[in-house]
T-cell receptor
Framework: EDKVVQSPLSLVVHEGDTVTLNCSYEVTNFRSLLWYKQEKKAPTFLFMLTSSGIEKKSGRLSSILDKKELFSILNITATQTGDSAVYLCATQGGSEKLVFGKGTKLTVNP | DAGVIQSPRHEVTEMGQEVTLRCKPISGHNSLFWYRQTMMRGLELLIYFNNNVPIDDSGMPEDRFSAKMPNASFSTLKIQPSEPRDSAVYFC??????????FGQGTRLTVV
């Protein structure tokens, strides 16, 4: 059975801090790993990673995948209160099944 | 494109009633997913379709739940009879083969 484990489950930081969120996975016929941000409504897409070692960046957010060790990290630098959200990691296998971890709840205090 | 469209946005129903949730995926997307989200369990995959065919329904909690996708532009998730423990936010998402999945705004279901 495909499995995605995220850590930590929750994190409280101050504005300006840098955070690293972790995602480890076991999936049959791995195709991609995706990161989403969920505030009060639906998850919104951040990154899709398919190859090891290639960093994806978007502003203060970046992510990288290690297919040998079966994990990914999401980094957020110079955090802002607007970064407060649940960050979800998901994997997509050969059958295109999309399985999510339980998420990391990030709280950024002013 | 308007994105994934779900209806209704909110549903309050009495225990024992039938509930039908609806989803219109993004045009051209060939995979459709139904998820249930609760505080305790997070986002659980209930069922997903590929090219309108159900591929994996192992996440469907029990026989009270059923899902259909009669064509590429419409899917339903039905709960009959509904129970208070079914209260959750139900999300529909769609994806194309090489793209990420996009979510609808969800249906918040409350069964009293």
């Amino acid at each position: 059975e495909d499995k995605v484990v995220q850590s930590p489950l929750s994190l409280v930081v101050h504005e300006g801090d840098t955070v690293t969120l972790n995602c480890s996975y076991e999936v049959t016929n791995f195709r991609s790993l995706l990161w989403y941000k969920q505030e009060k409504k639906a998850p919104t897409f951040l990154f899709m990673l398919t190859s090891s070692g290639i960093e994806k960046k978007s502003g203060r957010l970046s992510s990288i995948l290690d297919k040998k060790e079966l994990f990914s990290i999401l980094n957020i630098t110079a955090t802002q209160t607007g970064d407060s959200a649940v960050y979800l990691c998901a994997t997509q296998g050969g059958s295109e099944k999309l399985v999510f971890g339980k998420g990391t709840k990030l709280t950024v205090n002013p | 494109d308007a994105g994934v469209i779900q209806s209704p946005r909110h549903e309050v129903t009495e225990m024992g009633q039938e509930v039908t949730l609806r989803c219109k995926p993004i045009s051209g997307h060939n995979s459709l997913f139904w998820y249930r989200q609760t505080m305790m369990r997070g986002l659980e995959l209930l069922i997903y379709f590929n090219n309108n065919v159900p591929i994996d329904d192992s996440g469907m909690p029990e026989d009270r739940f059923s899902a259909k996708m009669p064509n590429a532009s419409f899917s339903t998730l039905k709960i009959q009879p509904s129970e208070p423990r079914d209260s959750a936010v139900y999300f529909c998402a769609s994806s194309a083969r090489i793209l990420s999945a996009f979510f609808g705004q969800g249906t918040r279901l409350t069964v009293v």
